[in-house]
């Protein structure tokens, strides 16, 4: 479905990230071969770095970063 969705908005599966709070959201990221951040502050039911996500933030303001630290030349 992530995919589906990512070629819907027009986007490119090689450029997309995916940024979630949940393990199904971890899941489906990998599922799609797409990179992920984990938000430490939304809904789960256990910490998000138990579902080993490619980054962890605590604040929107730290997207940047994240993104930088997954695709550090682009």
């Known amino acids: ?11 490119e ?3 997309a ?3 979630g709070d949940s393990e199904t959201d971890i899941r489906t ?3 799609a071969s797409v990179p992920v951040i984990a938000v430490d502050f939304g809904y789960s039911e256990a910490p998000v ?15 940047p970063g994240a993104i930088a ?3 550090p030349s682009r």
């Open 49 to 63: 770095s138990e579902f080993a996500p490619d980054h962890i933030i605590g604040h929107f303001s730290q997207l």
């Open 17 to 19: 990230i995916m940024v």
């Open 1 to 11: 479905m992530l995919r589906r969705t990512i070629s819907a908005a027009g986007g």
């Open 29 to 31: 990221a990998r599922a």
């Open 13 to 15: 599966l090689q450029r």
């Open 69 to 71: 630290a997954i695709w």
